[in-house]
C-alpha cells in the first residue's frame, strides 16, 4: 500500500518587508520564465538591469504597510490553512511556496521523510494561469524527476467552476457583504499579458480575446485564465442574483508595456467612482489568501483612488483564507482522492 500525502502550494513571499529581502525575492519570481514569458537574454535584461534597481525599494514599502507582527500575511494565512485542514483529515499535509525559502522541494521532503510515496499536489489558485498554476506542476515534475524519482505525483486541477467551492465562495461574500452598503460589487483578478492567453489555448486559434471567445464553448477553456475569471463572475452572480448592473469585472497589478487583460482594476474604480457610484465592494477571487495584493493594492490604494473620484463607501471582501466551509472542502477533496485506488 502506498502512504499517501498533501502538498499545499501559494506563490510566496520576501522573508521580511526589508529592500534586500524584496528585491530578493522578485528576482526569482520575475526571472521565471512563465512570469516575464520573454528570451532569457531579454528577462535578464529587463528584471536584472531594470526592474531590481527600481522596484525593490517600492515594494518594499507596500509590504510593510501590511507586514503582520508574526510575519508576511500570506505565509501566515497558509500556515494556518495548513494546520487546520490537517485536523480534518489524516494524510499529512505539507506547505510550500513556488517562489521563496518555504519552496516546493522541501515540500516534498518534507512528506518523503514520513514515508509519503504518492502526494497529491494543490496549487493554491481557483483558476490555471501560465504563471501560477503550470509554473508550479513544471518544477514540481522537474523536482520529482531529479529528486524523487520514485515518488507520484497527482495534482488538483483548476476548481474555479467547481459547484461546491463556487458555493463557499458566494456564502462567503454574501455573509461579508450582508451588513454593509453597496451599489455595485467589482470582482477583481490578479492580470496576465494576453499573450499568455494565447500560449496556453490548446487549440492555437480559440482565445482571440474579442469579447466572444471566452463565451463560446471550447477545449481552450480548460486553460483560459481569461475565461475561467468571467466564469467565477457569472457562477457568483448567478448564485448570489445580482442584477446585470450591480457587478463587473476587471484585472489588477499590471507589468511593463505589453496589452494585459482588460478592463484594468484601478481605471474600473475610477470610472465607476465617477459615473456616480457612491458605495463600492471588491472581492479578489483570484487569491484564496489575503496578500500584498489584496490588502494594498485593492483595500489600501483602490480605496484612496474611489475617494479621490467621488465615492463614499469602499468595502473588500477577505479572501477564503481559513474559513470554515473552505477548510472542509479542500479536506474533502484530499479525502476523496486519498481513497482513489492507486494504479500499479
Known amino acids: 500500500m502506498k502512504k499517501k500525502g498533501v502538498l499545499l502550494v501559494n506563490l510566496g513571499s520576501p522573508e521580511s518587508p526589508e529592500p534586500k529581502d524584496v528585491k530578493k525575492y522578485l528576482g526569482e519570481f520575475l526571472m521565471d520564465e512563465r512570469v516575464i514569458d520573454v528570451p532569457l537574454w531579454a528577462r535578464t535584461l529587463l528584471v536584472k538591469g531594470i526592474i531590481l534597481n527600481t522596484r525593490p525599494k517600492a515594494s518594499a514599502a507596500a509590504y510593510k504597510k501590511i507586514w503582520w507582527e508574526n510575519g508576511s500575511p500570506l505565509i501566515v494565512l497558509s500556515e494556518q490553512l495548513q494546520e487546520k485542514v490537517q485536523e480534518q483529515t489524516e494524510y499529512p499535509i505539507a506547505l ?7 519552496t516546493i522541494k522541501k515540500g516534498l521532503q518534507e512528506l518523503v521523510d514520513k514515508g509519503v510515496d504518492e502526494v497529491f499536489l494543490i496549487p493554491l489558485y481557483p483558476q490555471f494561469a501560465m504563471a501560477t498554476t503550470e509554473t508550479i506542476l513544471v518544477l514540481a515534475e522537474s523536482l520529482r524527476k531529479e529528486h524523487f524519482p520514485n515518488l507520484k505525483i497527482d495534482s488538483l486541477p483548476a476548481f474555479y467552476n467547481n459547484p461546491d467551492y463556487i458555493t463557499v465562495l458566494a456564502n462567503s461574500i454574501q455573509d461579508d457583504l450582508k451588513d454593509k452598503n453597496y451599489d455595485h460589487l467589482l470582482f477583481s483578478y490578479h492580470g496576465v499579458p494576453e499573450r499568455h492567453i494565447r500560449k ?8 482571440t480575446i474579442d469579447g466572444s471567445c471566452c463565451k463560446t464553448p471550447s477545449p481552450a477553456h480548460e486553460f483560459c485564465y481569461r475565461h475561467q475569471c468571467f466564469e467565477v463572475t457569472r457562477l457568483i452572480a448567478e448564485k448570489l442574483n445580482l442584477p446585470d448592473d450591480s457587478y463587473s ?11 494585459w487583460l482588460l478592463p484594468y482594476t484601478d481605471r474600473t474604480i475610477e470610472r465607476l467612482g465617477k459615473s456616480g457610484v457612491k458605495n463600492m465592494a471588491i472581492v479578489t477571487p483570484a487569491f484564496v489568501s489575503d496578500c500584498l495584493e489584496t490588502l494594498e ?13 467621488g465615492g463614499k463607501e469602499f468595502s473588500t471582501v477577505p479572501c477564503l483564507n481559513t474559513n470554515e466551509d473552505w477548510v472542509a472542502l479542500l479536506a474533502q477533496w484530499i479525502n476523496a482522492w486519498a481513497l482513489e485506488p492507486t494504479e500499479a
Open 200 to 207: 496556453s489555448d490548446i487549440t492555437k486559434s480559440h482565445c
Open 96 to 102: 510550500a511556496m513556488r517562489y521563496g525559502s518555504m
Open 249 to 259: 469585472t476587471s484585472f489588477q497589478s499590471r507589468l511593463g508595456f505589453d496589452p
Open 297 to 309: 493594492e485593492i483595500a489600501m490604494e483602490g480605496e484612496e483612488l474611489f475617494h479621490e473620484v
